[in-house]
C-alpha cells in the first residue's frame, strides 16, 4: 500500500505508542485524524505530524467510554475528510495487576469498554467508508496478552483475548470487500500506561514505541500482493 496522502484514524495518539506511530505516518505524507483523551497533547502530536512531513493533521478529544460520543465523533472525521483508508485501533489502558476480586468494578467496566467494546464500535462506525476506499486497512494495535495468559491480568487479557477473535473474525469477514485486517502483538512497551494504572515496573527494558511504530509503518506499506496479517513482536 502506498501510504502518501492515505487518510489515517489513530486511536491513543496523544501518547505513547499512538503517538509515535503518528510522527511516522506523518513523515509518509498521510493525512492524519488523531483520537485521545487529553486535548492538550492531542494539539501537540497534530503540530509535529505537521512539522514531519503530515498533509493534514486534525485532533478529536474523546474516550471510548460513550457509543453515541464515538458514532458522534467517527461522523465528524468523515465529514472533515470525505472518508478514511486507514483504521489503527490502538487506544487502551491497563489495571494493576492482581487477582480479580482486588479490580474495582468501575474499573474492570472501563477496561472492557475501552480495550474491546469500544473498539469494536469505532470499527463499525467506519466500516463502511473503508468498503469504499481504493485501498483500505484497519490494524489492531492488541498486545501480547492478547495470545499469552498472564496472572493478575484477568480483565486486561480477556480484552485483549477479544480483540484477538475479532480480528481473526473480521478478516473473514471482509475477505471479499478489499478491507485488509490486521493485528499486532507487542510485547512490554516503554509508555507511560502501566505508571497511570500505579504499577511499578521495569520500563527501560520494554521495546520502544518508536520501534513498534516502524513495524506498524512496514505492515501497512506492504506491496498490493503482500499482506502481513497477524506481526508478534517478542524482547
Same mark, same amino acid.
Given at each position: &500500500?502506498?501510504?502518501? @496522502? ?36 492531542? !494539539? ?17 478529544? &474523546? $474516550? *471510548? ?12 472525521? *468523515? ?14 489502558? =491497563? ?13 474492570? #467496566?472501563?477496561?472492557?469498554?475501552? !480495550? *474491546?467494546?469500544?473498539? &469494536?464500535? *469505532? ?44 480480528? $481473526?473474525?473480521?478478516?473473514? $469477514? ?15 512497551? !516503554? ?11 521495569? @520500563? ?6 518508536? $520501534? ?8 501497512? #506499506?506492504?506491496?498490493?500482493?503482500? =499482506? ?8
Amino acid at each position: &500500500m502506498q501510504l502518501k @496522502n492515505k487518510v489515517v484514524v489513530v486511536t491513543g495518539g496523544s501518547d505513547g505508542i499512538g503517538k509515535h506511530i503518528c510522527l511516522k505516518l506523518a513523515a509518509e505524507g498521510c493525512r492524519l485524524a488523531i483520537l485521545g483523551r487529553d486535548e492538550a497533547r492531542l !494539539n501537540l502530536v497534530c503540530k509535529a505530524a505537521v512539522s514531519e512531513g503530515a498533509t493534514e493533521a486534525r485532533s478529536y478529544a &474523546m $474516550d *471510548l467510554m460513550d457509543a453515541q460520543t464515538i458514532a458522534a465523533i467517527a461522523a465528524q472525521i *468523515l465529514a472533515d475528510f470525505g472518508g478514511i483508508d486507514i483504521l489503527i485501533n490502538n487506544a487502551g489502558i =491497563w489495571h494493576k495487576a492482581g487477582p480479580l476480586d482486588t479490580i474495582p468494578p468501575a474499573l474492570l #467496566s472501563e477496561t472492557v469498554q475501552t !480495550n *474491546l467494546t469500544g473498539l &469494536m464500535q *469505532l470499527t463499525q462506525a467506519f466500516l463502511p467508508s473503508l468498503r469504499t476506499a481504493e485501498e483500505a486497512a484497519i490494524l489492531n494495535v492488541v498486545s501480547k496478552s492478547g495470545v499469552v495468559a498472564q496472572a493478575g491480568q484477568s480483565v486486561y487479557t480477556a480484552t485483549k483475548y477479544g480483540v484477538r477473535g475479532f480480528s $481473526d473474525v473480521l478478516k473473514q $469477514d471482509e475477505a471479499e470487500t478489499g478491507v485488509r485486517v490486521a493485528a499486532l502483538y507487542q510485547s512490554g512497551t !516503554n509508555t507511560g500506561m502501566f505508571a497511570k494504572a500505579g504499577e511499578e515496573v521495569p @520500563n527501560h527494558i520494554f521495546t520502544e514505541p518508536d $520501534d513498534l511504530a516502524d513495524v506498524v509503518v512496514f505492515m501497512l #506499506s506492504r506491496p498490493a500482493k503482500l =499482506w502481513m496479517h497477524e506481526v508478534r513482536v517478542e524482547l
